[in-house]
């Protein structure tokens, strides 16, 4: 029985719910998707009389992923399990079963193969950028047919713009909002991509050389994708400088506080300088507050910074360690992170007031190190009288609230940040909080495909914020 290469998925399910229908067994039928195939029923009529039959859902879902894999038995081994489920459906749920076992291992490979590839395509522009609907294609090589059952998520993704994904197999073609299937398209020779450098400078940023695991890192990233993916060209390079820079990072770690503490409030008192004679004495109230303990062990409370006739209020959750020492709100990496996200969101932040909902760093030592910890709800509370006292002062008509514990100081509401992501809730006394990621959780994301999604959000956040402030 030849399958097709396009719409493989319903014509495999129309095929074996005929033959299942009319008691035809698995060794009677020998499956194929090349031309070689034999086309057993020679596209005719399958003869007797078909009986109805029912197939578990959970069949069906499996058999949608496992007619993408590259096996060309997955149809034989699909059908043979399909006609041992018929007098029992409870294989379905045997861990035991070979065959089952099989079929889930071919399942997986199959959705890791989609996920990489909608981590892994990257587009160059290949149509005139002024026209109305821009044009873009990729070259991509998946280890499965994984293209057709991808392709949606592209669509969804990219339904504004025309695109080609072009593989050695079947290639995806969406013009004017519609989705079509093409075989056997030769390899497009496709130019740069202006945003090539772009990828190059954010996987250098994000790249942390203390945390380099290489194996992880080729597991997630496999090497055959590195040859279309811009950013890949700088792994060689980071991966053989990382040993150099973890060290020089360790040798750069702060050193405990005390010591610092004066020249970091000079500092304090250079960049507190938009602050009125009333502002002055709130910057006093706080440097003095005790009314939780992370003032101990703290260099300085890190007071908000930007002008106080802002519009637009961005609050993060503490300072870190670097903002700790040199008195300033968000100049460590998340704060270099947030600059440039804030840049391409279009906000200036000289225009922007920037603060957190704790003042004071809350970390644990370890050697010379401070690792970051996440304040409590009691220390969260016990600063919120600060944080209120800076919205009086600078009263934003929007403020973004960065993160849980911003958000949690700003709304009273704990609920998971996921839910929440890119709503407008609202303070108690009504002003409007919008509601985002906070940029270290960019940072920490292993997956590029959640970093990249979330770091869209973020910037698409970040503009409507920003654009909601000037609204108002
Ligand atoms: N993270 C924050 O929430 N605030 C800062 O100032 C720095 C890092």
């Given amino acids: 029985m030849k399958m097709p290469r396009i719409g493989v998925a319903e014509a495999w399910r129309d095929a074996a719910r005929g033959f299942l229908q009319r008691n035809v067994p698995p060794e009677a039928l020998i499956w194929g998707d090349t031309e070689t195939a034999p086309d057993l029923f020679g596209g005719g009529e399958l003869r007797g009389e078909a009986r109805e039959v029912t197939v578990p859902k959970g069949f069906v879902s499996m058999a949608n992923s496992v007619v993408w894999h590259s096996d060309p038995a997955r149809f034989a081994k699909l059908y043979a399990f399909l006609w041992r489920l018929r007098d029992a459906p409870h294989l379905m749920a045997d861990r035991g079963d070979r065959d089952l076992a099989a079929l889930r291992r071919m399942e997986k490979n199959v959705h890791r193969c989609q996920h990489k590839m909608k981590a892994f395509v990257r587009f160059r522009e290949i149509g005139d950028p002024d026209a109305q609907r821009r044009s873009f294609a990729a070259w991509f090589e998946p280890t499965h047919h994984t293209v057709e059952p991808t392709a949606q998520f592209f669509a969804r993704r990219f339904g504004d713009m025309d695109w080609r994904i072009y593989t050695p197999d079947v290639s995806a073609v969406f013009e004017d909002g519609a989705l079509r299937f ?50 890949a060209a700088a792994i060689s390079e980071l991966i053989a400088e990382a040993p150099a820079r973890a060290r020089a990072m360790a040798e750069a770690a702060p050193t405990l506080p005390p010591a610092r503490v004066k020249q970091a409030q000079a500092q304090q008192a250079r960049f507190a300088s938009s602050w009125t004679r009333d502002t002055a004495a709130l910057v006093a109230e706080v440097d003095k507050c005790t009314r939780c303990p992370l003032h101990c062990n703290a260099t300085q409370a890190v007071h908000g910074e930007g002008p106080t006739s802002a519009r637009l209020m961005i609050v993060g959750e503490q300072p870190g360690d670097m903002e700790d020492l040199q008195g300033r709100p968000f100049i460590g990496p998340a704060g270099q992170l947030f600059d440039e996200i804030a840049k391409s969101a279009g906000i200036d932040r000289g225009q922007a007031y920037v603060t957190n909902a704790v003042k004071h760093f809350k970390y644990v030592a370890r050697g010379r190190r401070r690792i970051h910890q996440s304040p409590n709800r009691t220390e969260i509370v016990a600063c919120k009288p600060w944080l209120e006292e800076e919205i009086r002062h600078v009263s934003p008509r929007v403020i973004i609230a960065m993160g ?42 292993q997956d590029p495909e959640v970093a990249v999604r979330a770091r869209d959000a973020f910037q698409s956040d970040l503009a409507r914020g920003w654009e909601l402030a000037q609204r108002h």
Wanted: net charge positive.
């Fill in 182 to 231: 093409v075989e056997d398209c030769p390899r497009p020779d496709l130019p740069e991509d202006a945003n090539e450098q772009l990828w190059v400078t954010y996987f250098q940023n994000i790249f942390n050389p203390a945390r380099l695991k290489i194996k992880a890192m080729t597991s997630e990233m496999p090497k055959k994708y590195w040859k279309n993916m811009p950013e």
């Fill in 404 to 445: 849980a514990s911003a958000a949690f100081a700003l709304t009273g509401s704990a609920a998971p940040l996921k839910d929440r992501r890119g709503r407008v809730e609202h303070k108690a006394d009504g002003v409007a909080v919008l509601v985002t990621y906070h940029p270290s959780y960019l940072l920490r994301a």
